[in-house]
């Protein structure tokens, strides 16, 4: 039989970057090789993203080109994933994408093997496979870094979210997997784990007995987070993205664990109690600042950075206002700012009017744009003249190294490629407002 080809196209979040490597994992372990160019392919997935409307008309347009494909190569299999696929419930999605041929949501990868058994793209199969995606072995795609991911889905139903339908109710991994899988990759030398979950920090472990007899924590993610700071040889541990509600006292005191980066992602999307309320967010304007000051006290040097929604349903210039002084207050160093678009399906879809214009989007979003820039640009100067660590990743043509500081800023410097996945001191010259230039010292 001829070798089979497959290529993976990943859009969206960590968490699809996450399961894409499973994907890549599973689809080795069946034999087909991975090519970098759909033209080279016999299955092209597709793993997508639903969080607003500009991502899943990517999708559209990405299954029009090889929709052009299968003319030239007609038994190309194209396969869509993701949380498109998930929130798909009652199949108008499916209906508008007829030159698909898989369309499944993320957990329903381990059916995969039968499928493809189905269309005759691979012969028989009869390897013993676990029938849980999350037990499926990631192809991790770096050897210095990776994301572990330790749940998926999510309990909390804010009313613009596509995340409760497309990957359902919160499930955890076992900690024991999740430590079996940390201790594995600390042993193989990677320095850099990112634990990934919907709503990270409310994680409950199903098998807490798994925890150390010394573990300090009751609180399950800060258990985790202890757990995953004792293997010897990873240097930095990362999580994304937390929810405000799940951070106790015992999470913030996890956050001065030693190997922990010093940044945390915290989103609260607007600075509005009404708009809070509206997003069934459950918190107040007050007490995202309380935890914000309860994170000073614990670590007072902490980056942070956050997500907001602007033009969400109803919000007023005094709403708006009112984010624009939580993002002064706060001084975050950065925010992934989204413009609302109503998602099918969500609460706030069905119940909420989308009233606030586009002119009025974009220029609100425009003022925060302006507001990240000019904190983040001040808040920067502290670092010239000062020394970071970078774990480097990418090293190009004209020999600029590049990697993430402890603060996970962007720094930049002269180097090598053989600078890759090690971890390098560097002496900042300029401080601009994404990157930090430098020298080795
Ligand atoms: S916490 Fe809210 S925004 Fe985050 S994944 Fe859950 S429902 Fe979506």
Not at 361 to 387: F, I, P, S
Request: aromatic share 8%.
């Amino acid at each position: 039989m001829l070798q089979v080809k497959y290529h993976l196209i990943t859009l969206g979040c960590q968490m699809n970057k996450s399961d894409s490597e499973r994907l890549a994992s599973l689809l080795d372990s069946l034999g087909l090789q991975e090519v970098d160019r759909p033209e080279e392919a016999n299955l092209v997935i597709l793993n997508s993203c639903s969080v607003r409307q500009a991502a899943e008309d990517r999708v559209f347009g990405r299954v029009r080109e090889l929709a052009e494909l299968k003319r030239t190569n007609p038994r190309l299999i194209v396969g869509v994933t993701g949380c498109m696929a998930g929130r798909d419930t009652d199949g108008r999605i499916r209906a508008k994408l007829p030159d698909v041929d898989l369309f499944f949501p993320t957990a329903d990868m381990v059916h995969l093997p039968q499928w493809l058994v189905e269309r005759r793209l691979i012969d028989v199969d009869d390897t013993k496979r676990p029938q849980e995606y999350l037990k499926i072995a990631p192809r991790y795609s770096s050897p210095y870094q990776a994301f572990v991911s330790i749940q998926t889905g999510c309990n909390n139903f804010c009313t613009y979210c596509v995340v409760p339908y497309a990957r359902g109710l919160e499930k955890n991994r076992p900690a024991a997997d999740i430590l079996a899988e940390v201790r594995a990759l600390a042993a193989s030398g990677v320095s850099e784990v990112t634990l990934l979950g919907q709503t990270v920090n409310s994680y409950r472990a199903p098998d807490p007995e798994g925890f150390s007899k010394d573990n300090p924590y009751t609180d399950h993610f800060a258990a985790l987070l202890w757990e995953v700071n004792q293997f010897e040889g990873l240097g930095r541990v990362h999580f994304t993205a937390p929810h405000p509600n799940s951070m106790t006292d015992q999470v913030i005191d996890a956050l001065a664990l030693p190997k922990q980066a010093n940044y945390l992602h915290l989103p609260v999307q607007s600075g509005s109690d009404e708009m809070l309320r509206k997003m069934n967010r459950k918190y107040s304007r007050a007490d995202f600042l309380n935890v914000i000051r309860r994170i000073h006290e614990r670590k007072p040097e902490i980056c942070l950075g956050t997500d907001i929604i602007v033009g969400f349903c109803g919000e007023t210039e005094e709403m708006f206002e009112e984010t624009v002084s939580l993002y002064r207050e706060v001084d975050f160093d950065i925010a992934y700012l989204a413009i609302y678009s109503p998602r099918t399906g969500t609460p706030a879809w069905r119940a909420f009017k989308d009233d606030v214009t586009r002119d009025d989007k974009k220029r609100r979003w425009r003022r925060l744009h302006d507001l990240m820039e000019e904190t983040v640009r001040r808040r920067n100067q502290k670092y010239a003249g000062q020394t970071v660590s970078v774990l480097v990743e990418n090293c190009n043509s004209q020999g600029i190294c590049s990697g993430n500081s402890w603060d996970m800023k962007i720094v930049r410097f002269p180097g090598s490629v053989n600078f890759i996945g090690r971890t390098i001191m560097v002496r900042i010259d300029t401080a601009r407002e994404w990157v930090l230039d430098g020298q080795m010292i």
